[in-house]
């Protein structure tokens, strides 16, 4: 079932810190993975994903350095600074008391 | 990469993917108004990454180059919608740059003003055999005169600057200053408040008139409202003569002020596009 775009761009920054808590990931790399994990279910605009990480960035919570690849193609990787690490835990904490209320409130209404 | 292959056929749908690829990234960059040259390499550069590895996935898959074209567009997303998601990402910081740079242009066109209405003083103090050294030292005197005649010119490339399709929203800083000037003036300095705002009204019209392609029309820009004032008003500094040499600095000021501008947008062009 495909997801709503507005639901998915309020959650596009805690993913991106989820995601780049396991390792360093460029852009693509991040849309390949969340394609992948979802299932195909998220269906957003990936040129939006660039601006969410130039914004985290800003904040502090990115760090970024070109690297090149072993087919010889440069590829700026991103990683979680120690800011960002705290931001992702507390955005998970959030995201997972937000999505209990909200399922606290859906099963009472469907009972 | 996607440049060279041995079919001539191929070799144009290559050439047109990498075109619209550029376009797309163009268009972002373009739109986006991101500060600073650095920054704006590093995000197409980005972009331009990201692109390819989409075409090369389609590809990949079996698609030909259009078709990879098209895919690529429907992932990516409009251009401009991301260029707006850039552009608020940034916008604090361009305000900044912006702020700073106009302060830049405002204290080097001060110091322009002062020089140049410095240099006709003591040009006129050697004709009239006074002392130079006195003039300049009276010079503090004409500090609301220096600041009026910047705010005049500099409000009115604010306004082209911000407005730049429609002259008489162009116009508005312009006259909205004025108004505040008029009322400082009135309130600071009673006595001499209507001397800086004349100068104000002569660099505001000297640069409108810049604008007209004729040579030199500009020069009425600063003489009209000056000769106006001096017909209402009667003497603006000492006796019944019309202040040539005010109308002089003014002038020069103003001719100053255009060429600094000029250079202004040179230097800063890319981020006050």
Partial sequence: MPIDRELLKGSIALLILRLLSERDMYGYEIIQESVHRSQDAFEFKEGTLYPALHQLHKR??????????ENGKQRKYYSLTATGRKAARRSEQEWFSFTKVVNAILSKANS | MVFFHESSERHTFEGQLVTHLDRIVSRVILLAKL???KRRCEVEKELRAHLDDVAEEARSQGYDDEAAVRIVRMRFGEPEEVAAAFASVYSPERLAKRIFHSAILVAVSTVAVVVVIGTVQSIAAICTANSILST??????????FGAIVAGYCSLYAGERLFPTSLARALLPSVSLGLWLAALFGWLIPQHGPLPLVAFTCAAVGRLLQRVEIPLVWFAG???????????CGPLISGWQFPWLVWLGLTLSCK??????????????????
């Avoid at chain 2, 009209?224 to 017909?231: D, F, Y």
């Avoid at chain 2, 100053?256 to 596009?273: G, H, S, T, Y």
């Fill in chain 2, 222 to 232: 600063t003489g009209g409202p000056l000769l106006a004032a001096w017909a209402l």
């Fill in chain 2, 256 to 273: 100053a002020l255009r060429e600094i501008v000029r250079l202004f947008e040179r230097v800063f062009v890319e981020d006050f596009a």
């Fill in chain 1, 60 to 69: 502090g919570y990115l760090r970024s350095e070109w690297r090149t690849g």
């Fill in chain 2, 35 to 37: 500060p600073g040259d």
């Fill in chain 2, 136 to 145: 300049l030292r009276d010079m503090h005197r004409e500090f609301f005169g």
